[in-house]
């Protein structure tokens, strides 16, 4: 897939600016805080309808301004597509594709695919399990748009169970509520198992193409391995099966659910274990090592949406290049290549490579304007 244009019009600190895309990659030059991360960020949102810098509309929407609009053409194997995402000020999002009103999030997701990679990754590797946890879900609702419904049907059950939980916290006794908790408990198993499942499967998918890359980068002197560590563990991907475990575990934390006021037992509490060599790279990984491991996952990702998808994601590299020893970034270039379309922020040139140089659209970015570069 090709994105052809992008025109945004009051987002973030751009007032209104069209940018064409003239070749496989694209550079966008700047100095610090004039735009460039704000540009992928566009394209995160056409991609996934979420930012992973921010979590309201409100801060997205040029200030003083009540409205903005990101408008894209993306080319697609056997089809073209309009889309546009209308943020507005305290009220719904309106999104088209092609002028139709898209009223479901997962008839958008899907549209664009990308792969987003910014030097916050490391956090995958460090951070809490949240950013694992996010990191997944965000390349599930790229393959299998229904997967956002899942989550959402799940984070909804997960809210209303914890407020009678919390509203029980008082109570001296469950014996009264037996029955109203247990519609939750199977509500939760239910959802949870969803969840479970397809998290369990994509990265059954995912890790040998990790351990593939991160062989390739570091040489093969080093062991990775990336396990699925669910919240409940899963006998085998049967529903029926996984279900069964959740309510199991859950009747097992039953008093200290209580105690606590809280769900303790659920997909929200899932993570994903890094390993190199045996010990877990969050706490005995070398910076090098740490790099090498989030260069490889996000390699992975951009092979699996592929492989899924059938058509090449985009690419978006946000200030990551220059941080890369010149080893990974040859690798990373390399796998590259002019297979997927890149967009590339960076405050200066001087980390890459000549002839990428040449076969590279540069553009500037000035104070919220978009200015072919010479
Ligand atoms: P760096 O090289 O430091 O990463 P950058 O070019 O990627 O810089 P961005 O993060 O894209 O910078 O842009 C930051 C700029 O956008 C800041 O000046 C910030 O004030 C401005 N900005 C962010 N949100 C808004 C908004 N809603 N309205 C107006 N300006 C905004
Ligand atoms: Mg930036």
């Known amino acids: 897939m090709y994105l052809r244009t992008l025109h945004l019009q009051q987002f973030r600190n751009y007032r209104d600016q069209t940018v064409e895309f003239t070749a496989p990659k694209t550079i ?3 100095d610090n805080a004039q735009g460039k991360s704000n540009l992928l960020e566009a394209v995160e949102l056409l991609a996934t309808l979420k930012s992973h810098r921010s979590t309201s509309d409100r801060e997205l929407i040029l200030e003083g301004t009540k409205e903005s609009r990101i408008t894209a053409f993306l080319e697609r194997e056997h089809s073209n597509l ?10 719904r999002r309106g999104i088209t594709i092609n002028q139709q009103p898209i009223k479901r999030h997962m008839d958008f997701l ?7 990679f910014s030097s ?19 390349i599930l609702m790229q393959i299998e748009p229904i997967y956002a419904h899942i989550l959402q049907q799940y984070n909804q059950v997960l809210r209303q169970r914890n407020a009678l939980l919390k509203r029980l916290q008082h109570e001296a006794s469950l014996d009264n509520f037996y029955e109203e908790l247990a519609l939750w408990d199977v509500q939760l198993a239910t959802t949870g198992s969803r969840v479970t499942r397809r998290r369990a499967r994509v990265l059954e998918r995912l890790a040998p193409l990790a351990q593939d890359w991160h062989t390739k980068i570091s040489g093969k002197t080093e062991i990775f391995t990336l396990n699925y560590a669910p919240n409940v563990p899963i006998p085998e991907n049967n529903p029926e099966k996984v279900q069964e475990a959740f309510l199991e575990k859950i009747q097992l934390r039953r ?3 209580h105690r606590q006021g809280t769900s303790l037992v659920g997909s929200h509490r899932d993570d994903i274990e890094f390993l190199i060599n045996e010990t877990a790279a969050k706490l005995y990984g070398s910076q090098g090592q740490q790099r090498t491991l989030v260069l490889a996952l996000k390699l992975a990702e951009l092979k699996l949406i592929e492989e ?9 590299l946000d200030d990551v290049l220059a941080e890369l020893d010149l080893h990974r970034q040859n690798q990373l270039l390399e796998a590259i290549q002019d297979r997927f379309q890149t967009l590339i922020t960076t405050t200066h040139l001087g980390s890459f490579d000549a002839d990428w140089l040449h076969n590279s659209q540069i553009l500037s970015v000035e104070a919220g304007m978009v200015l072919d570069s010479i």
């Not at 309009?82 to 009220?91: E, H, S, T």
């Not at 899907?110 to 987003?116: E, K, P, R």
């Open 120 to 138: 916050l990754d490391l956090e995958l590797v460090r951070g809490a399990p949240e950013k694992r946890r996010s990191w997944l879900d965000t």
């Open 255 to 257: 008093i200290p659910e």
């Open 28 to 30: 966008l030059l700047g």
């Open 82 to 91: 309009d889309l546009v995402i209308n943020l507005r000020f305290g009220a």
């Open 110 to 116: 899907g549209s664009l695919n990308a792969v987003q």
């Open 308 to 316: 899924v998808v059938g058509e090449a994601p985009l690419l978006l």
